[in-house]
């Protein structure tokens, strides 16, 4: 791979991959998608921009607005709105960043794409596969890249796997002069102001009703002021039940949310659909794996059954805190990631 574009972002990782990839002798040009509206996405583009010029390397802007609204935002919405609890990092890798921003690359003569994600690619003799791996620096953003396939990852390059940290990255891009090096980093969900996604919701016409907080046994226990408010093994913000109190669980069709004493956010597995399969073509049996179910939680030992198209279900070692339906649940081997899938329930 020679030529490559760079999703530029006109953050601090992206510049600094800029860096990285010209000194590794790359043909670089850069790319900045318009997502949103707003003063901030202006911002992005001319700090991206402002990154390229210094860097004398060709910029392009592409207007994803619409398809990112279709793909991202409106299952971000339907998520909330059916009681999950949705990662739209995810769903923009598989479908935005490697979806839309790899066939522009690759329709204007570019040889695949480059990114800032920490994490690592590997070359598989034996099979042939493209293995997705953790960073090998402090930083791993391989969680999130699970859903991708052989075609997306064998175009991707990513020039942070070896990266150090932050201080680090900041270094690189204050070598070469450019102010990025002092830019904050982005947001929790980049598309929603202040992380207020309740707000966020509401203005999309999410409609979200109070309802009952029902115990572990069905009874009424209270009142919600609406699913989209709550998540699984949330304590804060439920009222006061004379003890404490966990979201163990949301059923969206009966508007509840069902609440538990002090153990009962605890699980002893999940399902979940929607499976990616990285590593290996199928799972035809049982896999022993270390599972990720949230980006900042630490990889736990477990089964990973297959039961049916698409599915597998999950039994840990060790019950698990707050398994949370709409996360994804990632699989690794060492530091290869497998695969992953969407959780959709737990079991318990």
């Not at 040009?29 to 949103?36: D, E």
């Not at 297959?306 to 597998?312: D, E, F, H, K, L």
């Not at 840990?316 to 290869?336: I, K, L």
Request: proline share 3%.
């Amino acid at each position: 791979m020679k030529k490559v574009m760079l999703g530029m972002s006109g953050g601090v990782d992206s510049s600094a991959a800029a860096v990285m990839l010209l000194e590794q002798g790359f043909e670089v040009s850069g790319v900045t998608l318009i997502l949103k509206d707003g003063e901030q996405t202006l911002r992005d583009v001319e700090s991206a921009h402002n990154v390229a010029e210094a860097l004398g390397i060709e910029h392009h802007t592409v207007d994803l607005r619409e398809k990112f609204r279709d793909e991202v935002i409106a299952n971000f919405a339907s998520e909330y709105k059916n009681g999950r609890t949705p990662n739209p990092c995810c769903v923009c890798n598989m479908k935005i960043k490697f979806g839309a921003m790899l066939d522009f690359a690759l329709e204007n003569g570019a040889d695949g794409i480059a990114t800032g994600h920490y994490a690592k690619l590997k070359k598989d003799e034996e099979s042939g596969k493209t293995l997705l791996m953790r960073s090998e620096g402090p930083k791993d953003q391989s969680y999130f890249l699970y859903g991708l396939n052989e075609f997306q990852l064998s175009h991707s390059i990513f020039p942070l796997e070896n990266a150090g940290g932050k201080d680090e990255i900041r270094a690189i891009c204050a070598a070469k002069g450019l102010s990025v090096a002092s830019r904050g980093d982005s947001q929790e969900i980049c598309f929603v102001p202040d992380d207020d996604y309740v707000s966020f919701l509401s203005a999309m016409g999410v409609e979200s009703k109070a309802g009952n907080f029902l115990d572990m046994q069905g009874n009424v226990i209270g009142r919600h002021e609406g699913i989209i408010r709550y998540t699984v093994g949330q304590r804060k913000g439920l009222g006061a039940f004379g003890k404490p109190m966990f979201v163990t669980s949301i059923n969206a069709q009966e508007n509840s949310v069902i609440l538990g004493e002090n153990g009962s956010q605890y699980s002893k597995g999940l399902v979940a659909d929607s499976l990616n399969l990285i590593s290996i073509d199928s799972l035809d049996a049982p896999l022993r794996a270390q599972v990720k179910i949230r980006f900042r939680a630490k990889e736990q030992w477990a089964t990973v059954n297959p039961v049916g198209a698409g599915r597998v279900e999950v039994i840990f070692d060790e019950p698990q805190r707050s398994v949370t339906p709409g996360q994804a649940a990632v699989f690794y081997d060492g530091d290869t990631v497998i695969g992953g899938a969407r959780i959709i329930s737990q079991i318990n």
